[in-house]
């Protein structure tokens, strides 16, 4: 005899695949809704695509000029000048975007899309997806920048760039399953979205973005690397400037608490959204 409809569901809740077959299953309608929203950013304005490459270097050179020219900041002894400094600056804010940017607008992700929301044949879950993967397209568009400016200040880069996008895939998983969670909980919580915007200020200044992890104490290294962030940015150094490969064992353990994360996100968040065509 099959599974009731409730079980069913539930079974596939339970499934730590389960958010992978959604991306499989939806795969046209989330890139579909993905590139919607990537036209939609720059529709209208004078300047349109371009926008895509202005604005990473806009704030390109805000962090650098604050950083590097006014508060004096090195990334290390052997710093070669400004143009090296903001070569590591840039490469934490592109892989700490792929995070933010998801994380940021997920407690309005539901409000927002709350006319697809009352469809009931709607996939919500997608959006999630789609969330994260504009927050790529805008990565790719500024890691091309910076590969540019690499090549131009460092010369040829390491062979460990081919690592990039597993040292990434965490930084997906994590987006993911942070989206789904506080998109859930936007609907019933309206305020979250300030604290969220708070947290990600917290959570830019607690990651080695603009320094490195050697300038914190020794003594708060075990609670400062409690921000999975801390570890994908630390390895993504070295495999973009040093040439070493992440610390195997260790990586292994970020992106399995990474995929948790994910899994749970997603679960929550389909045992959820049943309710919220009724709040909306």
């Known amino acids: 005899m099959s599974a009731p409809p409730a079980a069913a569901r539930l079974a596939s809740v339970a499934n730590p695949l389960a958010f992978l ?131 131009c200040v460092r010369g040829l880069p390491p062979v460990t760039w081919t690592l990039l996008p597993l040292i990434a895939l965490p930084a997906v998983l994590l987006a993911l399953g942070a989206s789904w969670l506080l998109s859930s909980l936007g609907v019933f919580l309206r305020d979250l979205s300030q604290i969220v915007s708070l947290a990600a200020t917290a959570l830019f200044f607690l990651s080695p973005i603009v320094y490195p992890v050697s300038r914190i104490p020794a003594w708060l290294i075990p609670l400062y690397r409690v921000n999975p962030l801390v570890g994908i940015l630390d390895a993504s150094k070295g495999v973009l400037f040093h040439g070493t490969a992440p610390h195997w064992s260790t990586f292994a353990l970020l992106l399995l608490g990474s995929w948790v994360t994910a899994w749970l996100g997603h679960a929550w968040f389909m045992r959820t959204k049943g309710g919220f065509a009724d709040v909306l």
């Open 21 to 151: 077959a959604l991306a499989r299953r939806h795969r046209h309608l989330i890139l579909r809704l993905a590139a919607r929203r990537i036209e939609a950013q720059y529709r209208g304005s004078a300047l349109g695509m371009l926008w895509a490459v202005l604005h990473p270097l806009f704030l390109l050179g805000v962090y650098t000029f604050a950083f590097a020219f006014v508060l004096g900041g090195r990334w290390s002894p052997d710093q070669t000048g400004k143009a090296d400094f903001a070569l590591f600056v840039f490469s934490g804010m592109l892989l700490f975007s792929v995070f933010s940017k998801p994380f940021v607008e997920a407690p309005n992700l539901m409000v927002a899309n709350q006319t697809y929301i009352k469809q009931l044949v709607f996939p919500a879950e997608v959006l999630s997806w789609s969330s994260v993967l504009v927050a790529l397209f805008d990565f790719a568009v500024g890691f091309a920048i910076w590969a540019v400016l690499f090549v």
